[in-house]
């Protein structure tokens, strides 16, 4: 058996660098989101699915596909193709408008989705490795304020900025011809900052900063499962997913310092330790296949964050429910020629409660989503690209809405391994 | 057997669509790489947006109820030698007391006192005319120079001799002198007259009582001698140890005079008694030149005050503003300072679970109606304000937390309400110290007229800090609290 090793390890590095550039990026208090409403439970809850499934609202429960790390629902895994090995990096660019009352703000945000390699390892098992952002945290608020009993300002500075990453490690195994189940290992890991910046306006050299960190690190699992039968013309695909409530170890580490330039102390300092819950999921979904181009379906997700605590403290997390579905049809007959033939051709859309209650009004994300697929020449890889139109939030009782536009490329490479050639 | 590797080689240079596609697809994904890492670096915009969902977790208030104690402390020892413009005078002051200023000064012989010789190389006889001392006033004065003042000089019978290693006299230094004066003389000061050409105006005192015409003749007998102590420069200051320019007991006005070769002289009129020029008035001067052998000496007797500072006598101890009508002092030459004492600052250690001092300003005001824009004006320069301990040293001068230089105060007029005008100075840095190690009831602060100057000047200010009053000294602080 002869591989070819020369393209794949280049491409291995390739992969490794992104991975590194990916957790480098992100632990450095780069942000990939600029709401407020990050400021929250763990964060902005990032989407981190494959481009096929952000393209049709988010709906991954029931799908799969040969060339697709579907990480959602690592049962999927198991119908990769033989002989492939998938190389995949996703990128997101978020556009967004930002309204409060008469306020309006404009923000950029980009962040890579995913890094993730994966390959059948045996006819009935596949495994694939990733590494994705699982929460972001970023805003930055400048207040210029009356000191309370002088007519004198000082200017406050809110600023969060990091978020959780994970490492997830999947599997998929085909169980039966119509069951596979799948599960994924994940360690979650990041810096969650947020600081409050206090200093006069005029004629002060000492600045106060209250600097607050939550360090986590931790392992946790989810499980999934795929039922595939026919009914008919029709191929059906139920999807399950389940994930328990498990305990992150987490450091929370606080420090008030009040400095002029290198003069100055540390007022207060304070490290617990403690964990955060990650809550107990469970999603389904359904998807109906009809022939071999039409694929529809829909998801439904819920995450019980109301019943997890922080370092043994309840939060005013609600349960999140989301709701999505989508459609995809490959317009490549097998026999296409013409380029635009060759695509395949996505939409959905979605409703996410989210897991934000603001004084008993919840901010939900809604939003609907177009996108292609590109093959590349010779089935050396597929271009997925999506764009989400979507709405977070309210302007009702002074609250924010942001109304976004969301681009995300994810490339897929596909290498041939262990073909074996034989020549004489 | 072909390598599996030559084989793709030769695959794709074939297939020249394939090569093409490869190098478009690794370019799109490189330039879409480089766009996501470049433009995610830097700094946000600021944005004002969602301010109400973000929790506040301080709170920023300015604190200035703090008890602040004031006392008075006298310092010691000032120098107050070698200064180019000499303060000399006596004024009342309704709270200093009668406060005066006698100068002692040594005469310079310069060359010698050599006289003019004849042909045959022998002194010309001379004859004593008159013995003079002229002063020049420099602008500075304090008190009323319209009130007459007296003025006497006298010999000094002492050396002036440096003590311990010092290298200068203190304003508590005195030298044994004549009783009997070498001259007398009342005066209205005019340190601003100019004479008709526009030259300074020069103070010329006769010195023409007894004692004083017999030095005169003396010294000319000495000269026609040509004995050593008119040309000898040490000889001639064993001889004549120098003069004291002593302040009469009438409320004048302190004055300066300038020091110097040309500015302040004994100068002794002479005519020569043979020769052509008979009719020609020599003269001789012996000036005071500007050197630390020149000092004033301040005294003020503060009997007759409400406030009686004399009951401070070491410098280590100070007297209480409650003792003095609420009233705290500050003077030049005597060398009085004002300390300052916040006893409860370490309170906002317990607002909240902790906290920061952004700016803490020390503000004193000068007391009302005890100073004017004429005769008892403030202080012309800003003050210096020191860290001190319970023994009164000067530790430490304030600095500004930037640029770590020392720093001092800023009087800050208000042009609509002048007795609202107050002086201030940043003392963060200090209050912030004691907010972390801690307050020692020794740790004070001590307001004084600038080191340099203390030794050579009139000027004095009394600052208010009667607990009751919208004028008493404060600590204004911005203090973030946090929850």
Same mark, same amino acid.
């Given at each position: ?68 790390? %579907? ?71 400048? +207040?210029?304020?009356?000191? %309370?009993? @002088? ?7 809110? +600023? ?61 699992? %989810? ?9 008919? +013309? ?80 309840? %939060? ?45 009004? +919840? ?46 490329? @994810? ?14 | ?27 799109? *994904? ?48 000032? !120098? ?35 006289? !003019?010789? #004849? ?57 044994? $002198? ?40 003396? &010294?000319?007998? =000495? ?16 001889? *004549? ?50 050197? #630390? =052998? ?33 009233? !705290? ?28 001092? =952004? ?44 640029? #770590? /230089? ?6 800050? $007029? ?15 840095? $200090? ?12 740790? /004070? ?17 009394? &600052? ?10 404060? =600590? ?8």
């Amino acid at each position: 058996m002869n591989i070819n090793p020369f393209y794949s390890t280049k491409k291995f590095i390739a992969l490794i660098g992104f991975g590194l550039l990916f957790i480098a990026t992100t632990t450095s208090a780069q942000n990939s989101t600029s709401s407020p409403y990050s400021y929250y439970g763990v964060g902005e809850l990032m989407e981190n699915g494959s481009g096929n499934s952000i393209s049709m609202g988010g709906t991954s429960l029931a799908y799969r596909g040969g060339g697709v790390l %579907n990480i959602n629902n690592p049962a999927s895994l198991a119908h990769v193709d033989s002989l492939k090995f998938i190389f995949n990096v996703g990128m997101a660019a978020k556009f967004t408008n930002m309204n409060q009352g008469q306020k309006k703000d404009f923000f950029n945000d980009y962040n890579l989705t995913k890094v993730a390699f994966g390959f059948k390892v045996s006819p009935r098992y596949s495994t694939a490795f990733s590494v994705s952002p699982y929460s972001s945290l970023g805003y930055d608020i400048t +207040k210029r304020e009356l000191v %309370n009993g @002088d007519t004198d300002y000082m200017i406050r500075s809110l +600023k969060g900025s990091g978020g959780l990453n994970q490492l997830t490690w999947s599997n998929g195994v085909k169980v039966t011809k119509n069951l596979s189940l799948g599960v994924n290992g994940i360690y979650v890991f990041g810096n969650n900052t947020r600081s409050e910046v206090i200093n006069l306006e005029s004629g002060s050299d000492y600045v106060y900063r209250n600097n607050s960190e939550l360090i986590s690190q931790g392992l946790y699992f %989810n499980l999934g499962a795929q039922y595939e039968m026919n009914v008919g +013309k029709y191929v059906l695909n139920l999807g399950a997913k389940y994930q328990p409530k498990i305990g992150v170890s987490a450091k929370q580490k606080i420090e008030v310092t009040n400095f002029s330039g290198s003069a100055g102390a540390v007022r207060h300092e304070d490290e617990d330790r403690g964990a955060f819950d990650v809550p107990e999921s469970y999603g389904l979904g359904f998807g109906m296949n009809k022939g071999k181009q039409f694929w529809l379906g829909a998801d439904y997700m819920h995450e019980k964050w109301s019943d997890t605590q922080i370092f043994d403290e309840d %939060n005013d997390l609600s349960d999140r429910d989301k709701f999505s579905f989508g459609m995809e049809y490959n317009a490549n007959d097998g026999y296409a020629r013409k380029f635009l033939k060759k695509m395949t051709y996505r939409l959905g859309g979605f409703y996410d409660t989210g897991y934000i209650k603001f004084e008993s009004e +919840k901010i939900s994300t809604m939003g609907v989503s177009f996108g292609v697929g590109i093959p590349m020449a010779r089935q050396t890889g597929m271009i997925n690209l999506a764009v989400e139109f979507g709405m977070t939030g309210t302007t009702d009782n002074n609250l924010v809405r942001e109304d976004f536009t969301r681009i995300t490329v @994810d490339i897929n490479l596909f290498e041939r391994w262990f073909v074996k050639r034989k020549y004489r | 057997m072909i390598l599996v590797h030559d084989l793709s080689l030769i695959y794709m240079i074939s297939n020249p669509l394939l090569l093409r596609m490869r190098k478009i697809n690794s370019i799109v *994904f490189l330039s879409l790489l480089a766009f996501l890492s470049s433009c995610n670096s830097g700094v946000f915009e600021e944005h004002e947006i969602g301010d109400n969902l973000i929790d506040q977790s301080t709170e920023v208030l300015l604190i200035d109820t703090f008890t602040i104690h004031s006392s008075t402390v006298k310092l010691d020892s000032i !120098a107050t030698s070698g200064a180019k413009n000499i303060l000399f005078g006596q004024y009342n002051d309704e709270f200093l007391g009668k406060v005066s200023s006698d100068f002692y000064g040594i005469l310079d012989i310069g060359d010698g006192f050599n006289l !003019a010789k #004849n042909n045959e190389n022998v002194i010309i006889p001379v004859e004593f005319d008159s013995l003079i001392f002229i002063t020049y006033y420099d602008k500075r004065y304090y008190g009323d120079t319209l009130q007459e003042q007296s003025l006497s000089i006298h010999r000094i019978q002492e050396e002036l001799e440096f003590v311990d290693g010092s290298s200068s006299f203190y304003g508590h230094n005195t030298f044994d $002198f004549d009783a009997e004066p070498l001259a007398e003389i009342n005066f209205k000061a005019r340190p601003n007259k100019k004479r008709d050409n526009g030259d300074q105006y020069n103070f010329r005192i006769p010195m023409d009582t007894e004692l004083g015409t017999e030095l005169g003749e003396e &010294i000319l007998q =000495l000269a026609m001698r040509a004995s050593d102590t008119t040309s000898n420069s040490q000889q001639w200051n064993d001889y *004549f140890k120098g003069i004291v320019l002593k302040a009469g007991d009438k409320n004048g006005a302190m004055v300066s005079f300038q020091t110097g070769d040309t500015l302040m002289k004994m100068r002794v009129y002479y005519s020569a008694l043979e020769g052509e020029n008979t009719e020609e008035a020599l003269h001789k001067d012996f000036p005071v030149r500007t050197s #630390n =052998l020149n000092f004033s000496n301040y005294k003020s007797d503060k009997t007759a005050t409400p406030q009686d500072l004399g009951r401070i006598v070491e410098e280590t101890e100070d007297l209480s503003s409650e003792e003095t009508d609420n009233l !705290a002092f500050i003077q030049g030459g005597i060398g009085y300072l004002t300390k300052v004492r916040i006893p409860y600052v370490e309170e906002l250690n317990t607002l909240g679970l902790t906290g920061g001092i =952004l700016k803490a300003e020390l503000i004193f005001y000068p007391k009302d109606e005890s100073y004017d824009d004429e005769i008892f004006r403030l202080p012309s320069s800003s003050f210096n304000v020191f860290v001190t301990d319970d023994k009164n040293q000067r530790l430490q001068q304030i600095m500004s937390p930037s640029t #770590n /230089a020392p720093i001092n105060s800023v009087y800050n $007029f208000n042009s609509e309400n002048k007795d609202e005008s107050f002086y201030s100075i940043e003392v963060t840095s $200090f209050i912030n110290s004691l907010l972390l190690q801690g307050q020692d009831f020794d740790d /004070a602060l001590l307001i004084s007229l600038p080191l340099g100057e203390l030794g050579n000047s009139m000027e004095r200010m009394v &600052i208010e800090n009667d607990k009751d009053s919208d004028f008493r000294i404060r =600590l204004r602080t911005t203090y973030v609290v946090q929850k």
